[in-house]
């Protein structure tokens, strides 16, 4: 005689089998997820980030490699170095502290003289090299008196955040620089002013290299005439500029830009500060066309926090003020700062008043 199963009994069973399955079903769910996560991540962790190419323009070797050198701890796979000095020089042991500027020189260096078109030469050396990496998308320009003004996931966040370049660009109605005979190639109404020190995008950096128009005219038409020997020890005439003529690294990208009808993908400023007005001074080395350099004595905790309380810049040739900003909000108007002696450099270092160090950076003997 067979015994009969209760129907509560069975059903039970039915109800345990489903949720056992359920509950396996939800198992297998989860670790496919956890494995495709896994996945994604470690295919993420293998992509290249965009890149930064620090460009430093230098006379020989870098006097501040140290303090860039704690600015790039941490960093590492965001940006990538490239130097532009004088013809044969080696960034080695001898010659710098940091690894980070170990042979990093451009081996087709040029010598360069201030206030020449070989100034913008050596710029667009530097813009090549840096182009041949796919992963650089962002070329700023650095003098080796530069200082980094705050730490490198700030300043990185802050460069990437927007899709355009920063130069410093504004109308040229005073000075009397442009040149006539580039006309028609290049009209008035392109002829920019501004500081050598941008950064571009990958695009903007490969219009400069491969442009064959505005640079020919530049090398032929835009030349700097010397003050006469007496001048050197005495104030300065009245009206400099007309002696002082062209300086192609303060037009060239600018006025290139403005050809080509890209100024409308440029964020009008730059990221360096640099201090021209002292008209005033007594002192002869901080007077005239050179930016002050700022010594030992001045490298105070007051000076770095003025630059950095920087939120706007006044053009006046276009009666134009630029409020800065970052991911759509008020923002400091620098990153870098010049001109820097080696010794103010350090000092600002060992006083923590950069925000290019860390914890480590401290407790080292670099300096």
Not at 117 to 136: G, Q, T, Y
Not at 325 to 349: I, Q
């Amino acid at each position: 005689m067979k015994r009969k199963v209760p129907q509560q009994k069975s059903h039970n069973y039915k109800w345990r089998r489903k949720l056992f399955a359920a509950i396996l079903l939800g198992f297998c769910f989860v670790t496919l997820m956890l494995l495709m996560q896994s996945q994604y991540s470690r295919i993420m962790m293998q992509m290249p980030v965009p890149k930064i190419a620090f460009m430093f323009i230098a006379r020989n070797r870098l006097p501040l490699d140290l303090v860039w050198d704690a600015f790039f701890q941490g960093g590492e796979n965001k940006f990538s170095i490239y130097v532009h000095s004088r013809p044969g020089f080696l960034f080695n042991k001898a010659t710098t502290r940091s690894a980070y500027f170990f042979n990093r020189q451009v081996n087709d260096s040029i010598q360069v003289d201030w206030g020449e078109s070989s100034m913008i030469v050596a710029e667009r050396i530097l813009l090549k090299h840096a182009l041949e990496d796919p992963f650089n998308d962002r070329f700023l320009f650095l003098s080796d008196s530069c200082i980094p003004l705050y730490n490198f996931s700030y300043t990185y966040d802050y460069i990437m955040s927007t899709p355009t370049s920063f130069v410093d660009s504004f109308a040229d109605t005073k000075e009397g620089r442009y040149n006539p005979k580039m006309d028609p190639v290049i009209p008035v109404l392109n002829w920019r002013k501004g500081s050598q020190w941008v950064v571009l995008t990958r695009k903007h950096a490969e219009v400069v290299v491969e442009d064959n128009t505005v640079f020919p005219m530049f090398q032929q038409h835009c030349k700097r005439r010397s003050l006469p020997e007496f001048w050197r020890d005495q104030p300065l005439p009245a009206d400099a500029s007309k002696e002082h003529n062209c300086i192609p690294d303060e037009h060239y990208v600018q006025t290139l830009l403005a050809q080509e009808g890209l100024e409308g993908e440029v964020t009008r400023r730059s990221l360096t500060y640099s201090s021209w007005d002292l008209s005033s001074s007594k002192d002869h080395e901080r007077r005239g066309w050179h930016p002050v350099t700022y010594k030992f004595s001045d490298a105070t905790p007051m000076l770095i926090q003025s630059i950095k309380d920087t939120d706007n810049i006044y053009y006046e040739t276009e009666y134009r003020r630029e409020w800065c900003s970052s991911k759509g909000k008020p923002s400091p108007c620098f990153l870098f700062a010049r001109k820097f002696t080696r010794p103010a450099a350090l000092r600002l270092l060992n006083l923590s008043l950069l925000g290019a160090f860390n914890e480590a950076t401290r407790k080292s003997n670099l300096w």
